[in-house]
Antibody
């Protein structure tokens, strides 16, 4: 059974770069997209972007200029970088596997979430 | 971008009652790519329904999904105490992937 475990810095200052990594255990990278999603405190879910095993990426237009998602197949990990953060980027960040095959299950499983706070 | 609008924002019901949650899309969504998630405080979302009507592994039969095109519904036939949570619909067939704003099912 595939499990995702994520980690990264939880407290940043404005203008710094957010960096998170998600490790994939028990499954293959091939055939799926690997996504990042965030959720500001008390608010809904926002898709940030995703990457597939060949390194092809897709980003939310609202964040595209600041986001980079990368993959390291040798370590079974994928990562998120979000530059020039502001307090508006304070959120719980999740990683997830994305299955977009016909009758694919969508976003499942999810990582445990990482709270990132941006404050001076 | 496909905008998903969920209604109602909050649903106040008692255990044992039936819950009907709506998700309306700004443009047609392939039924193969519409999912519902449940989220409890402090937890990651949990997949309930995918492809509009298929239950994910381990999801009780009281959860069912239906709909096509621009109108989708999640039904919980008889609410159990553990079902009080926030529910999100999502389309994952086109980019950007988008979520509805959520429906909170609370105890009346």
């Amino acid at each position: 059974q595939v499990q995702l475990q994520q980690w990264g810095a939880g407290l940043l200052k404005p203008s710094e770069t957010l960096s998170l990594t998600c490790a994939v255990y028990g499954g293959s990278f091939s055939g799926y997209y690997w996504s990042w999603i965030r959720q500001p405190p008390g608010k809904g879910l926002e898709w940030i972007g995703e990457i597939n095993h060949s390194g092809s990426t897709s980003y939310n237009p609202s964040l595209k200029s600041r986001v980079t998602i990368s993959i390291d197949m040798s370590k079974n990990q994928f990562s998120l970088k979000l530059s020039s953060v502001t307090p508006a980027d304070t959120a719980v960040y999740y990683c997830a596997r994305v299955d977009t095959a016909i009758l694919g299950v969508g976003f499942d499983p999810w990582g445990q979430g990482t709270l990132v706070t941006v404050s001076s | 971008e496909i905008v998903l609008t969920q209604s109602p924002g909050t649903l106040s019901l008692s255990p044992g009652e039936r819950a009907t949650l709506s998700c309306r899309a700004s443009q047609s969504v392939s039924s193969s790519y519409l999912a519902w998630y449940q989220q409890k405080p402090g937890q990651a979302p949990r997949l309930l329904i995918y492809a509009a009507s298929l239950r994910a592994t381990g999801i009780p039969a009281r959860f069912s999904g239906s709909g096509s095109g621009t109108d989708f519904t999640l039904t919980i036939s008889r609410l159990e105490p553990e079902d009080f949570a926030v529910y999100y619909c999502q389309q994952y067939g086109s980019s950007p992937r988008t979520f509805g704003q959520g429906t909170k099912v609370e105890i009346k």
